[in-house]
């Protein structure tokens, strides 16, 4: 079993930058597939971002390609999202997500991952 702890959210004007953190317990990070997803008020929650176990692969929602870039540091036990060109309709609650599975897999759904962090707070101004 692994936990996950967000960091980083915050308040920002549009255009600006953030970078959020997950920081996840246990001795195989190396082995999940990490990802992020984002809630805004009365929204379902939505894919964001997702990284492959062996970092080969990286995925993105539309809307946030070429703004938001995800990497992770397996020796630090941590995934992070950069966040560049705020707007604010990125305003949400960002949450973590990891799943156990080794391969270049798409994971982009919910039911895709089985761990999840509390959320972190973004909140961008126009």
């Known amino acids: 079993q692994v936990q996950l702890v967000e960091s980083g959210g915050g308040f920002v004007q549009a255009g600006g930058s953030l970078t959020l953190s997950c920081a996840a317990s246990g001795r195989t990070f190396s082995q999940y597939a990490m990802g992020w997803f984002r809630q805004a008020p009365g929204k379902e929650r939505e894919f964001v971002a997702a990284?492959?176990?062996?970092?080969?692969?990286?995925y993105y929602r539309d809307s946030v390609k070429g703004r938001f870039t995800i990497s992770r540091d397996n020796a630090k036990n941590t995934v992070y999202l950069q966040m560049n060109t705020l707007k604010p309709e990125d305003t949400a609650v960002y949450y973590c997500?990891?799943?156990?599975?080794?391969?270049?897999?798409?994971?982009?759904?919910?039911?895709?991952?089985?761990?999840w962090g509390q959320g972190t707070q973004v909140t961008v101004s126009s």
């Open positions: 997500a990891a799943r156990r599975i080794l391969g270049i897999l798409k994971l982009t759904t919910q039911t895709d991952y089985n761990y």
């Open positions: 990284i492959t176990s062996s970092v080969a692969g990286t």
